[in-house]
């Protein structure tokens, strides 16, 4: 695990990537391709955060014996205390070529913040904008011996309370994807709490064939009003997986649920509110 901290210069170079999709499409010539990124950014917090942390991990492996495999993975993540903005981008894509090879590509990033209202402030309000993307898309040329498989997800949560050692989950957002070709067990779910206002909420998906993908674009706002002195964190984790195999003896890869996928980024992001509350105790 890879804790990261970035001046101004950085948002600027981060944040066009944050933006817009920064999907690849396969090359003509790979027999299997497999693809899996996730951004996300909040902006307009109206309240400066007391503690900010960011996190990235990312992985490759790749096994070939007759063919060719390529495994790529990546991550960036920022925050930044004023003016309260944070961004991160997750990137996993694997491709490969032949008869006997195996690619995994893994990629994580977290931001996590933590905000105090007092008691005497006149707006006992807490509130951000956020904008959401994920992109999963999969490619085989031969469903007999050929497996490709993408899976990501996106994960924020608020968690809030009087005392800063006992906190409690307010609200959240997760979406989460899983293509898996050529096998059926694809999805792609979304769910919310109240006090998040979408502007926009588009959720397409192309399931079945050789060919698969699922994408998801999501932007809009939180806003939620408390009585009195309340501590507050924000923690936000995407996790993409992309895997691909070929072999005369294989079938279609099993490959874990989303919600699987995300634990490891949920268990690290959970880490720093610990590890947060221990530094404070101490």
Excluded: C
């Excluded at 590509?105 to 209202?117: E, T």
């Excluded at 006992?124 to 993408?150: H, M, P, Y």
């Excluded at 501590?231 to 995407?238: H, P, V």
């Amino acid at each position: 695990m890879t804790n990261l901290r970035f001046t101004g210069r950085w948002f600027a170079m981060l944040a066009p990537v944050v933006a817009s999709s920064v999907m690849i499409t396969p090359a003509a010539s790979a027999a299997t391709f497999a693809l899996s990124e996730a951004s996300a950014e909040f902006t307009r917090f109206n309240v400066i955060p007391e503690f900010q942390e960011v996190s990235t991990n990312t992985d490759t492996q790749t096994i070939a014996t007759n063919g060719e495999v390529f495994s790529d993975s990546d991550a960036e993540a920022l925050f930044f205390a004023t003016p309260p903005q944070a961004a991160n981008f997750s990137f996993s894509q694997v491709d490969g070529d032949g008869l006997d090879y195996r690619g995994t590509a893994a990629s994580q990033a977290q931001v996590l913040g933590s905000f105090f209202i007092p008691q005497d402030a006149k707006d006992k309000a807490f509130s951000f904008d956020f904008a959401l993307n994920l992109n999963l898309s999969t490619e085989i040329d031969d469903a007999t011996f050929e497996s490709a498989n993408a899976i990501g997800a996106i994960a924020f949560w608020i968690y809030g309370g009087s005392d800063p050692n006992n906190l409690s989950l307010l609200d959240f957002l997760t979406v989460k994807a899983l293509v898996n070709t050529a096998n059926n067990n694809d999805s792609l779910e979304f769910d919310q709490s109240a006090n998040i206002t979408l502007a926009n909420n588009t959720l397409s998906s192309n399931f079945g064939g050789l060919q698969e993908s699922a994408n998801a674009a999501i932007k809009g706002s939180y806003y939620r009003l408390f009585e009195g002195a309340t501590y507050i964190t924000l923690i936000e984790a995407k996790s993409n997986t992309a895997s691909n195999q070929a072999s005369d003896a294989a079938s279609a890869e099993a490959v874990p649920e989303p919600t699987t996928a995300l634990a490891a980024a949920i268990s690290g992001a959970i880490g720093w509110l610990l590890k947060r509350k221990r530094a404070e105790i101490l």
